[in-house]
């Protein structure tokens, strides 16, 4: 019962509330690792397109704490996504983090960090922090007296560890489709480039636009929903896929997508945002929709705008320097190999079941997400027992 809970602020429950630094050191080329906002995933850091500063730069902000520890709970709190990106720190790399992250260390004898972390993303603690504790209209973010006094309910350790292994097994599962499906993608890009990957020995050459075009359909947003719609800040770095979008346009419509076209982020290139669509849906204008002119181009064209190549043309095209995009004319240009129809089909024979079973293990991930989602509150509340629940 709720009732035998304990009831006490994020202060009381952690030994540290903390956050990044408050200075920007200077970029090198080679040194350690410096993360923002930008570089969350749902369960760590992408560390493929963050800045590195210099060792000794580094160690001073290790001594001034903001290198985060093993099980450290670590939330973005500025900027348009605050409190969207909330992990436990389990990755082997050790970064230093900007002020626009804040790091909760658990007291573990009161509270286990997975408990905190399930606790800050229910839905009714999430709208409570945006509700009364966001501050600023420009740069909305969370400023750490608010973190400290954040109110938290929690079970005995026993009972916190019943609940945190319900949830976990889903949330391992997810992660595991996750890992499969990037090794697929890999799978993918190395068989195209075997067969491919090499415009220029090649018999039959083209550019990019004999293979595709922009999308110009429309799609009304009513139609659309938060898992179908994408932006470029739902959009993950590195070739990761898509979380939930935040928000949907303010518009009556927007681009529309179908199966079979690609997607990818049009700002900062560098970032390599992409996404296979797997059914109808839309996206911002920030966001390139590529339509294969024939159906059978779809595996094609998204191992093609996959490589890594395709995002260096795409860069080196793109024109401004603080928030630099794609040049749509420039893109169209990209020298391809056009496969005869043989090739076309033998290729298709392995990519399309490639892609087939990395659609299936997303809307496995999916399903999973809505199970845990629907579980979560219920858990937390003392709703439900732990121990009617089987998976």
């Avoid at 139609?223 to 979380?243: C, D, I, Q």
Wanted: net charge neutral.
């Amino acid at each position: 019962m709720t009732s035998e809970w304990n009831h006490s602020t994020i202060n009381d429950v952690c030994v540290l509330v903390t956050d990044g630094s408050h200075s920007s050191p200077k970029s090198v080329n080679d040194g350690k690792y410096m993360v923002s906002v930008k570089d969350f995933t749902d369960y760590g850091f992408d560390f493929a397109s963050c800045r590195m500063i210099s060792n000794d730069d580094y160690e001073t902000l290790k001594r001034n704490g903001c290198v985060p520890q093993m099980d450290d709970i670590l939330i973005g709190k500025d900027g348009a996504r605050f409190f969207e990106d909330i992990i436990i720190y389990r990755q082997k790399e050790k970064p230093a983090l900007l002020s626009s992250i804040a790091i909760l260390r658990c007291d573990k004898s009161k509270i286990l960090p997975d408990f905190l972390y399930y606790v800050l993303r229910t839905p009714s603690f999430r709208q409570d922090v945006k509700d009364n504790y966001g501050s600023g209209s420009a740069i909305p973010r969370i400023i750490l007296k608010d973190f400290k006094r954040m109110m938290v309910s929690y079970p005995s350790l026993e009972k916190q560890q019943s609940i945190i292994s319900v949830l976990t097994a889903i949330d391992s599962k997810i992660q595991a489709n996750t890992e499969i499906n990037d090794n697929l993608a890999d799978l993918l890009q190395t068989i195209y480039q075997e067969r491919f990957g090499n415009d220029i020995l090649a018999v039959n050459q083209g550019v990019l636009s004999d293979i595709c075009s922009y999308s110009r359909d429309k799609v009304a947003v009513s139609e659309l929903n938060v898992r179908t719609y994408f932006s470029t800040e739902n959009m993950l770095s590195g070739k990761a896929g898509s979380t939930e979008a935040t928000s949907l346009p303010t518009t009556s419509q927007t681009t529309a997508c179908h199966k079979g076209d690609t997607l990818i982020s049009n700002i900062r290139p560098y970032f390599k945002k992409i996404v296979y669509c797997e059914d109808k849906c839309g996206c911002s204008t920030d966001v390139l929709c590529f339509t294969p002119s024939q159906p059978c181009y779809s595996a094609y064209l998204f191992s093609t705008l996959y490589a890594d190549k395709f995002f260096a043309f795409m860069v080196a095209g793109s024109k401004g320097t603080k928030m630099p995009r794609g040049d749509k004319q420039q893109i169209m240009t990209y020298p391809v190999v056009l496969p005869s129809e043989e090739e076309l089909a033998g290729f298709n024979t392995i990519a399309s079941p490639l892609l087939e079973q990395i659609y299936s293990n997303r809307a496995e991930n999916k399903r999973l997400s809505i199970l845990r989602d629907t579980l979560l509150p219920k858990l937390m509340s003392g709703e439900i027992n732990v121990s009617a629940i089987q998976l």
